[in-house]
């Protein structure tokens, strides 16, 4: 890296702030003794010397850099590095060499029903979970926005789930939906035949799916009870005045100016629900990874199965960089499609 | 100043990296000046191994001064996660406890050393150990040896078999005999919903040591040819035989259900299932977490021949580890597959010896709970496993496509066959 890895900018304000300065006296006397390398910097820690408006950007400056710079180490570079993983044979446990196979992972990959099944879990898990907790969120917010007495009370009772621990919730559940548990008791007494909920290929995905939504309501709920609080009270009242009823109001003046959270939500939520179909998947899968018959399996459950358990870190890379890529386009997506410019 | 200022910075950044680098320098100063070697030993974390091992510990460092053993444990679930993030950090043990299932692919990717053969000569092994050690050996050699050996048998609970008018002292002998029982032990509701599972199973757990190493052997068939290269599970009947057998209990007779209270050992100390394939390894678990249980044990009911399945967690030395310190780690190995650590062993974790001399002895095999399981040792088998997990998720998968979509239980049987053998394929692909 030399000169020339520096920005433009830099060395025209320098180079003017320079030549200013060749004509101080005091300045070219140090000038001629120093090398090269000195001279360049100078200039630099005059201005900084000198000016109290550059010593506070230099102090912003060094201030943000150690964020920078942790955030550079833990996050950029772990996904770069991800980039490179993805391409090569990587077992974990292995020391020696790490040849370089191009797609052959990303072929592998695809050609491996088990992750397409995973791909396609992890989208419906998206679709129902973020729809559910969305939908419920708002639901939950509107009513507590109406009423008066115990707001705190119940705002504390939805938001409750949301900071229980996830492995206690996925447990809880499991005995609420097994074959003896409560949830069939229900079913027995109104009349319907038991369901194997967890145990089938068909529902599991739902009922963790459901697990995940209910644990994510209250966290919606405080999203848009701090939506609803900023819209103007005096938009509703000439919805009034022109005879609105509550369901035209709620159409045309609530959504649309709720339009900002339900975007910030979904992609909020799409990201969380990425990261947390993890858990509930290992902990209410009925074997534990993903069954049964892989009809519960997430991107992130294979994932780690396959860097922790195959060891094939090669491949979990390459898993990675797609879901990576997956999440990418979904957030284009809903930031396309559900943000909207609304003028009031 | 400002270049006061700029000093600090630079320190704190440098102090910084420093700290992020300087793990491994603290490991190597523990190596000490005057010729003290310190070996680093890893096991998984279960209360009873990690206590009985910081005794065996103390004892050996005071019969070898010199040597000093640093223990470290991780959870179970977390052990090969652990295994595998630290070894890239140059973290790793110079002994190590694996299972034995797991030490194909540690083998496959350089991580372990053979054993010496100086210290344990193969004769030696092969003469004094049960024949299903040679489940780790790899290449012609030992890579691993085990202090303890666990075999699954039988658990019943006496309560309920008196409950329902069967004799608490004379359980299933026979295929027939454990079906029968099974039936007997089964409440269930008019709309088919189990209130009372006659025998837990629970594929996931030891249901699938069971069918392989259990089942598929007493009906007289075999899952790998001696090569260990080609699955002949599905060769002759008695693989599909065993198969549909193991099925019958969630299946036709109704008994069993998978989940059933979460797991079969929930379900079983909860008294809500009246008998269980399980391990000598949970004798422990079921008197700590329910000692009023009224259970007795019984070797696994059999057919045309007596089978069992072994499986054991096994001591090996790591690839770096050389010289003086190998030496070190060899002892400290051999200290642990002695005759006296194996008897401190079974006493302390119900894990049974590995040398056929110490646990043949007569009050051991005469003990009311160990006695079944020490009984089955020498017809155990343990399988050659290349990838525990995939080959327990294929025998799971194979269960579930006949119990969930109604498969044909002979179509489903051929198809787990053929998975496992991909995966013996893949495995010696590149050997």
């Not at chain 1, 943000?64 to 590095?81: A, D, E, H, N, S």
Request: net charge negative.
């Amino acid at each position: 890296m030399g000169e020339g890895y520096f920005p433009s900018p830099f060395f025209t304000i320098r180079g003017y702030i320079m030549e200013q300065l060749k004509s101080s006296q005091d300045y070219d006397r140090e000038y001629d003794k120093k090398k090269e390398k000195v001279k360049q910097k100078a200039p630099f820690f005059y201005k900084l010397r000198k000016t109290h408006k550059y010593q506070k950007y230099f102090f912003i400056f060094i201030s943000l850099l150690l964020p920078l710079i942790f955030y550079l180490g833990i996050r950029v570079m772990p996904t770069l590095f991800t980039f490179n993983m993805g391409f090569r044979e990587w077992n974990l446990l292995a020391t020696g060499e790490r040849p370089f196979v191009g797609l052959d992972n990303f072929v592998a990959l695809f050609q491996d029903e088990v992750f397409l099944k995973s791909l396609l879990n992890t989208f419906i898990y998206i679709v129902i979970g973020v729809a559910g907790q969305l939908l419920f969120g708002i639901t939950v917010a509107l009513l507590l926005h109406k009423i008066n007495r115990f707001k705190g009370l119940f705002r504390v009772i939805y938001f409750i789930p949301y900071v229980t621990s996830i492995v206690a919730i996925s447990w809880v559940f499991q005995w609420l939906f097994m074959g003896n548990g409560f949830i069939n008791d229900v079913l027995i007494n109104i009349g319907l035949p038991p369901q194997p909920f967890l145990g089938s290929p068909d529902q599991a995905l739902y009922v963790i799916a459901a697990a995940m939504i209910w644990q994510s309501i209250g966290f919606q709920m405080v999203l848009f009870l701090a939506g609803l609080g900023n819209i103007p009270q005096m938009l509703y009242e000439a919805a009034d005045i022109d005879g609105a009823s509550p369901w035209q109001k709620f159409w045309n003046v609530t959504v649309p100016l709720l339009n900002p959270t339900i975007v910030f939500s979904a992609i909020i939520g799409m990201i969380t629900f990425i990261q947390v179909s993890f858990t509930q998947v290992i902990n209410m899968s009925s074997d534990g990874s993903g069954g049964p018959l892989d009809s519960t399996i997430s991107v992130v459950v294979y994932i780690y199965q396959q860097a922790f358990q195959q060891y094939d870190m090669g491949m979990a890379s390459a898993a990675t960089v797609i879901l990576f890529l997956f999440i990418l386009g979904l957030t284009i997506f809903q930031m396309k499609v559900l943000t909207k410019k609304f003028d009031y | 100043m400002i270049k006061k200022w700029q000093l600090i910075l630079l320190g704190i950044m440098v102090l910084f990296i420093l700290s992020a680098c300087s793990d491994e320098d603290g490991e190597n100063a523990a190596e000490g000046s005057d010729g003290d070697i310190t070996l680093e030993y890893w096991q998984y974390a279960f209360d009873s191994k990690v206590n009985l091992m910081n005794e065996l510990i103390k004892e050996f460092e005071e019969e070898n001064p010199g040597i000093t053993i640093e223990q470290t444990t991780f959870p179970y679930d977390q052990y090969n996660e652990q295994v595998a993030a630290q070894v890239p950090a140059g973290n790793g043990p110079d002994v190590i406890n694996l299972f034995y299932g797991w030490v194909p692919s540690y083998v496959d990717s350089g991580y372990l050393q053979p054993l010496p053969q100086d210290t344990f000569s193969h004769e030696e092994i092969e003469n004094e150990f049960f024949p299903l050690v040679e489940a780790t050996k790899l290449d012609g050699e030992y890579w691993t040896i085990p202090t303890a050996v666990r075999t699954l048998a039988l658990f019943y609970n006496k309560d309920l078999f008196e409950e329902a008018g069967l004799d608490p002292n004379a359980p299933p002998e026979t295929w027939d005999e454990l079906q029968d029982y099974a039936v007997k032990l089964t409440k269930a509701e008019d709309n088919g919903r189990i209130e009372q599972s006659g025998l837990a199973w629970e594929p996931s757990q030891q249901g699938h040591h069971w069918l392989r190493d259990g089942l598929t052997y007493q009906a007289g068939g075999k899952v790998l040819g001696d090569d260990r290269k080609e699955v002949v599970w599905g060769e002759g009947s008695a693989g599909l035989e065993a198969f549909k057998y193991w099925l019958s209990f969630p299946g036709e007779l109704g008994t069993s259900e998978q989940g059933f209270y979460t797991d079969d050992v929930t379900a079983f100390m909860s008294e809500k299932a009246a008998m269980n394939i399980d391990g000598s390894f949970r004798i422990g678990t079921l008197q700590s977490d329910a000692p009023d249980l009224n259970y007795a044990v019984a070797p696994l009911p059999a057919k045309d021949e007596k089978s069992t399945n072994a499986s054991f967690w096994t001591n090996g030395i790591t690839s770096d580890v050389e010289g003086e310190k190998l030496e070190a780690a060899s002892k400290f190995i051999k200290f642990l597959t002695s005759e006296g650590v194996m008897e401190k062993w079974l006493d302390a974790t119900g894990e049974l010896p590995a040398k056929e001399a110490v646990a043949m002895q007569d009050k051991y095999v005469n003990h009311e709970i160990y006695g079944p399981f020490i009984e089955s040792l020498p017809f155990a088998n343990a399988h050659f496993f290349i990838d525990e997990t995939k080959e327990r998720d294929i025998v799971i998968d194979a269960a579930n496509k006949v119990l969930l979509e109604e498969a044909d239980p002979e179509e489903a049987f051929n198809e787990m066959v053929d998975s496992t053998q991909e995966l013996y394929d893949e495995y010696w692909s590149d050997k």
